[in-house]
């Protein structure tokens, strides 16, 4: 298969080719064009190719991130929900998020299964919501910063399984491991099944990863016991961390899922302070960057690229000195630092001293205005004043920008203040200070 870049996908490919939009959508799915073109797409195949992914910058999404994870709900909505909150917190560090997106196999696995070749409506229910999350990646943007590619499935078991030890993650693929782990589960009360029809049950397992239980259904005579129920629903989440985090060893990039991860213990052999830059930069936690949904982060990243490049500077500097010096035990307590210790005060001095020089150069001009004199000049001054200086000058000076006139000591003082604001713009929080104005905050 030929290279990918940013934003590319197969089934970006069906969309394009039958110019598919929200509006179309059902009309093209019913269309004798649309399931020619999508039958001849899952001949093709994919495999897993590391020269896909740029070789800094990239982090795998991991179950609960990977929007097209089986552990993911298959609604569009909830998708479509994840997208667009959780991921300025990769995006405010990483330039890239790996992940397959909707699987040409699986849908090819589901149009051989004999099975269910009879009953085509649950296949065009999912690909039906899979366009709607594909196209709402495009509408917010997300997309451009996804590498789609297949992950790694090309090992054997004895192959996955020396990669797995490699990683001090051997015991993801022992059979034992997940049937102690199906009956810790089953012990604390985290499985339930009940019965929803004749032959018919379903099973569901609670996990702290995860706000929902994860649900099975079972078309047997006899009532499924709980530990297998918990075997069932944990085993594939168990196979599919495995292969992410191979996957990511692959890649040489970071892996993130949502949620602490029950099953993806570190390796005993690891100890304090044996975690890397981006494994911190994962967890620093930035409240007003968490505050703007993924569309607004990316457009605000976009539009002060330069500002952006800077406060990644600054983090990854904050980040090194903590991990350097030993003042953290975990990537977790060590983000925490790294926000307290480090970004928070800059931002708060950055604040105070744009606030500062606002008020200084209010009370300046004020002295230093007459009244009564009209200039197309002077009113286009104060409102490029206004507008560099956010709200507060804009409410004090703005309605009198047609008819004041400054004084000719008024001039420097302007001056001055754009060199002060470019220095401020140097600062490397300036970032996290121009995203508390595009929150609306204070």
Same mark, same amino acid.
């Given at each position: 298969?030929?290279?990918?870049?940013?934003?590319?996908?197969?089934?970006?490919?069906?969309?394009?080719?039958?110019?598919?939009?929200?509006?179309?959508?059902?009309?093209?799915?019913?269309?004798?064009?649309?399931?020619?073109?999508?039958?001849?797409?899952?001949?093709?195949?994919? /495999?897993?190719?590391?020269?896909?992914?740029?070789?800094?910058?990239?982090?795998?999404?991991?179950?609960?991130?990977?929007?097209?994870?089986?552990?993911?709900?298959?609604?569009?909505?909830?998708?479509?929900?994840? #997208?667009?909150?959780? @991921?300025?917190?990769?995006?405010?560090?990483?330039?890239?998020?790996? +992940?397959?997106?909707? #699987?040409?196999?699986?849908?090819?696995?589901?149009?051989?299964?004999?099975?269910?070749?009879?009953?085509?409506?649950?296949?065009?229910?999912?690909?039906?919501?899979?366009?709607?999350? +594909?196209?709402?990646?495009?509408?917010?943007?997300?997309?451009?910063?996804?590498? @789609?590619?297949?992950?790694?499935?090309?090992?054997?078991?004895?192959? +996955?399984?020396?990669?797995?030890?490699?990683?001090?993650?051997?015991?993801?693929?022992?059979?034992?491991?997940?049937?102690?782990?199906?009956?810790?589960?089953?012990?604390?009360?985290?499985?339930?099944?009940?019965?929803?029809?004749?032959?018919?049950?379903?099973? /569901?397992?609670?996990?702290?990863?995860?706000?929902?239980?994860?649900?099975?259904?079972?078309?047997?005579?006899?009532?499924?016991?709980?530990?297998?129920?918990?075997?069932?629903?944990?085993?594939?989440? +168990?196979?599919?961390?495995?292969?992410?985090?191979?996957?990511?060893? &692959?890649?040489?990039?970071?892996?993130?899922?949502?949620?602490?991860?029950? @099953?993806?213990?570190?390796?005993? #052999?690891?100890?304090?302070? %044996? @975690?890397?830059?981006?494994?911190?930069?994962?967890?620093?936690?930035?409240?007003?960057?968490?505050?703007?949904?993924?569309?607004?982060?990316?457009?605000?990243?976009?539009?002060?690229?330069?500002?952006?490049? #800077?406060?990644? /500077?600054?983090?990854?500097?904050?980040?090194?000195?903590?991990?350097?010096? %030993?003042?953290?035990?975990?990537?977790?307590?060590?983000?925490?630092?790294?926000?307290?210790?480090?970004?928070?005060?800059?931002?708060?001095?950055? &604040?105070?001293?744009?606030? %500062?020089?606002?008020?200084?150069?209010?009370?300046?001009?004020?002295?230093?205005?007459?009244?009564?004199?009209?200039? %197309?000049?002077?009113?286009?001054?104060?409102?490029?004043?206004?507008?560099?200086?956010?709200?507060?000058?804009?409410?004090?000076?703005?309605?009198?920008?047609?008819?004041?006139?400054?004084?000719?000591?008024?001039?420097?003082?302007?001056?001055?203040?754009?060199?002060?604001?470019?220095?401020?713009?140097?600062?490397?929080?300036?970032?996290?200070? /121009?995203?508390?104005?595009?929150?609306?905050?204070?």
């Amino acid at each position: 298969m030929a290279n990918r870049g940013t934003g590319e996908h197969w089934l970006y490919d069906l969309i394009d080719e039958l110019e598919i939009n929200e509006g179309n959508l059902k009309a093209r799915l019913q269309s004798k064009a649309f399931r020619e073109r999508l039958f001849d797409s899952l001949g093709k195949g994919d /495999k897993f190719d590391p020269s896909q992914v740029p070789l800094t910058g990239a982090l795998v999404a991991g179950i609960g991130l990977d929007l097209a994870s089986w552990a993911t709900c298959t609604d569009f909505k909830c998708r479509n929900k994840t #997208s667009d909150r959780e @991921f300025p917190q990769v995006l405010h560090y990483f330039d890239w998020v790996v +992940m397959e997106g909707p #699987s040409r196999s699986r849908y090819r696995d589901w149009v051989l299964d004999t099975k269910r070749r009879g009953n085509p409506h649950p296949l065009i229910e999912s690909i039906e919501d899979d366009i709607k999350v +594909m196209l709402h990646l495009r509408k917010t943007g997300l997309a451009n910063y996804i590498r @789609f590619t297949k992950k790694v499935d090309c090992y054997c078991p004895e192959h +996955m399984k020396q990669k797995a030890d490699e990683l001090g993650l051997g015991f993801l693929a022992e059979d034992d491991y997940l049937t102690g782990i199906a009956k810790e589960f089953s012990r604390a009360g985290r499985v339930s099944v009940i019965q929803t029809g004749p032959r018919r049950w379903r099973g /569901k397992v609670w996990s702290s990863q995860f706000s929902e239980a994860l649900t099975l259904p079972y078309d047997r005579k006899t009532r499924p016991k709980k530990v297998d129920v918990a075997r069932d629903v944990l085993g594939p989440h +168990m196979h599919e961390t495995l292969h992410n985090a191979v996957t990511a060893k &692959e890649l040489g990039a970071p892996l993130s899922s949502l949620g602490d991860d029950e @099953f993806f213990v570190p390796s005993a #052999s690891a100890g304090a302070n %044996a @975690f890397t830059v981006d494994d911190v930069a994962l967890r620093v936690r930035i409240p007003v960057l968490l505050g703007l949904n993924t569309e607004q982060f990316i457009k605000l990243r976009e539009e002060e690229y330069d500002h952006f490049i #800077s406060f990644r /500077k600054l983090l990854r500097q904050a980040i090194e000195e903590t991990v350097s010096q %030993a003042q953290a035990e975990s990537p977790e307590t060590a983000a925490d630092k790294v926000w307290r210790n480090s970004i928070q005060p800059q931002v708060v001095d950055l &604040e105070r001293k744009i606030s %500062a020089s606002n008020r200084s150069l209010v009370r300046k001009l004020v002295t230093g205005v007459s009244f009564g004199a009209t200039s %197309a000049g002077v009113g286009s001054l104060l409102g490029a004043v206004s507008a560099s200086l956010g709200t507060p000058l804009g409410a004090a000076l703005g309605a009198a920008a047609g008819t004041v006139a400054l004084l000719p000591t008024a001039l420097p003082l302007v001056t001055k203040h754009f060199e002060e604001r470019q220095q401020f713009e140097t600062d490397g929080a300036y970032f996290v200070w /121009k995203a508390q104005k595009a929150g609306g905050h204070s």
